[in-house]
């Protein structure tokens, strides 16, 4: 398998975004790769809106991919993706800053929101828009690994009571 130099990943990625952009070409015609690991693709995310009735609309937003069924994050789960939603709203709970944004697409300063990955299905990507250092990804998951310890051993210990 032949793999793509920055270079002509950002000219192919470009070339594509215009087209979509300007509307010459649907999300139905747009056929990529299946996502990666540490990749930023645009997702289709469901959301819970709250009125008179509960319903869901979808959203399209930027995730970093975190499990791309190779077993990164989700051991024995290798059917499915996980990701973690990207936003520009800074606050205090759960998000990291992106410390670089050259490689990722990402047209503001953004935050990754780290409380828990996301399972995803591949029809739920529409397109990549970039990439993140591996070993910015890999801090991530370590956060989030001991983030999900510290709260298992909360809860064991208030079990115990």
């Known amino acids: 398998m032949e793999i793509l130099n920055e270079k002509e990943y950002k000219f192919i990625q470009k070339k594509i975004l215009e087209l979509f952009l300007q509307n010459e070409i649907g999300e139905e015609t ?14 289709k995310i469901p959301v819970l809106v709250v009125g008179k009735q509960i319903t869901f609309k979808t959203m399209h ?25 990207i936003t520009t709203q800074e606050d205090s709970y759960s998000r990291m800053k992106m410390k670089n944004l050259k490689n990722t697409g990402l047209l503001k300063p953004s935050f990754i929101r780290i409380e828990l990955p ?13 990439y993140y250092e591996r070993k910015e990804v890999e801090k991530i998951l370590t956060k989030i ?10 809860l064991v210990q208030n079990k115990d009571i």
């Open 118 to 130: 996301i399972k995803v299905e591949k029809e739920q990507f529409l397109y990549p828009i970039g």
């Open 30 to 43: 747009i056929s990529f790769s299946s996502p990666l690991f540490g990749e930023i693709w645009i997702c």
């Open 145 to 154: 690994l001991k983030k999900m310890q510290n709260k298992r051993f909360f």
């Open 61 to 85: 937003r930027p995730v970093l991919v975190v499990d791309d069924t190779h077993e990164h994050f989700m051991k024995g789960d290798k059917k499915n993706y996980y990701v973690l939603k």
